[in-house]
T-cell receptor, first 114, second 115 residues
Framework: AQSVTQLGSHVSVSEGALVLLRCNYSSSVPPYLFWYVQYPNQGLQLLLKYTSAATLVKGINGFEAEFKKSETSFHLTKPSAHMSDAAEYFC????????????FGTGTSLTVIP | DAGVTQSPTHLIKTRGQQVTLRCSPKSGHDTVSWYQQALGQGPQFIFQ???????QRGNFPDRFSGHQFPNYSSELNVNALLLGDSALYLC??????????????FGPGTRLTVL
């Protein structure tokens, strides 16, 4: 079975500070991993994805994530937070065994302090 | 290029009623998945449709049913509504035939409130 754990349901950072959102996954086969962002009253927007190519993945809006198999992690980072980054972030996993069914974490709410 | 669209945006129903939600996939996509997102939670997979058939199903009761049309659009039907069905319902589309089925594009969702 596949699952995702997001450590920290709420994260606060100062504007300009490093953003680090944690995601650990569980999968018995090689996973596909995703980060999505959700702004209030909107759907999910794909930030980046890992599909077994480069382990360091760069996404939109300056975000990146590194796949670490030994740690079963896929943490999301951004060097310098902007006010517009305040949103809910979801990590998700899927595999070929699950036929592209996505399993989402419970989300991390990011607050950016001016 | 229109993305994934959903209708209606908001819906209010009472317990015991039935509801139908609609989704049009992104142009070029042939697979539609439905998710339920309760307040403060991550999306939960309901089911997935491809070639007008339900291909996979999550842990949801039979009150949840769906349909996919020849133009790839889809409907989600929920019967005998319960208060606990109140949630944001998200539709996601992907392309199985192009081999990019592992990337899903989400619509803005339909907010269902059951009173």
């Amino acid at each position: 079975a596949q699952s995702v754990t997001q450590l920290g349901s709420h994260v606060s950072v100062s504007e300009g500070a490093l953003v680090l959102l944690r995601c650990n996954y569980s999968s018995s086969v090689p996973p596909y991993l995703f980060w999505y962002v959700q702004y209030p009253n909107q759907g999910l927007q794909l930030l980046l994805k890992y599909t077994s190519a480069a382990t360091l993945v760069k996404g939109i809006n300056g975000f990146e994530a590194e796949f670490k198999k030994s740690e079963t992690s896929f943490h999301l980072t951004k060097p310098s937070a902007h006010m517009s980054d305040a949103a809910e972030y979801f990590c998700a996993v899927s595999t070929t065994l699950t036929g592209n069914q996505f399993y989402f974490g419970t989300g991390t709410s990011l607050t950016v302090i001016p | 290029d229109a993305g994934v669209t959903q209708s209606p945006t908001h819906l209010i129903k009472t317990r015991g009623q039935q509801v139908t939600l609609r989704c049009s996939p992104k142009s070029g996509h042939d697979t539609v998945s439905w998710y339920q997102q309760a307040l403060g939670q991550g999306p939960q997979f309901i089911f997935q449709y491809y070639e007008e058939e339900e291909r996979q199903r999550g842990n949801f009761p039979d009150r949840f049913s769906g349909h996919q049309f020849p133009n790839y659009s889809s409907e989600l039907n929920v019967n005998a509504l319960l208060l606990g069905d109140s949630a944001l319902y998200l539709c996601a589309s992907s392309s199985f035939t192009s081999g990019s089925y592992n990337e899903q594009f989400f619509g803005p969702g339909t907010r269902l409130t059951v009173l």
